[in-house]
């Protein structure tokens, strides 16, 4: 994973932050998961792409009955209701008028790594590298980065 130095304003003074970097705008498509699920199966990668193409209605389906969706290795998703300042004074005035989105939230998985912390697993592995050092790009205050 790649990041990049970036400026930004907090509280009226300028902070620097690392940010992520995506490198395609090409993203992974179901195509690409179904081959590369494929080759860690028995699997073909016409099965694996059926079940990633059904996976997205019968999660629906599943959170549309007030239930949360737990991958393995992955995460939990559920439907989040976004109200947006829409907040009313008594119980009685709550309705569904006020909802404005309905949104899915993600939450990773965390499991134990060594028997006392927890980890993510979708995280553990990453290694971050410095974008412009990785380019020889120059950063937002016009500094070209150095090995």
Do not use: Y
């Not at 080759?39 to 059904?54: E, I, K």
């Not at 996976?55 to 389906?61: I, T």
């Not at 590298?129 to 090995?147: F, I, P, R």
């Amino acid at each position: 994973m790649f990041f990049k130095k970036s400026k930004l304003k907090v509280n009226g003074k300028t902070k620097w932050f690392p940010r992520a970097v995506i490198v395609s705008k090409r993203p992974a498509d179901s195509d690409e998961l179904a081959r590369r699920i494929a080759q860690m199966s028995t699997a073909s990668t016409g099965d694996v792409h059926l079940v990633l193409r059904s996976l997205p209605s019968v999660m629906a389906q599943i959170m549309n009955e007030g239930r949360t969706v737990h991958i393995d290795g992955l995460g939990s998703f559920f439907f989040k209701l976004s109200c947006a300042g829409r907040g009313v004074d008594t119980p009685e005035e709550v309705s569904r008028k006020q909802i404005k989105d309905i949104r899915v939230q993600f939450l990773p998985e965390r499991q134990r790594i060594d028997g006392k912390r927890f980890g993510k697993p979708l995280t553990q592995d990453v290694e971050l590298e410095d974008w412009d050092v990785v380019t020889g790009a120059a950063n937002d205050d016009g500094q070209t980065a150095s090995k």
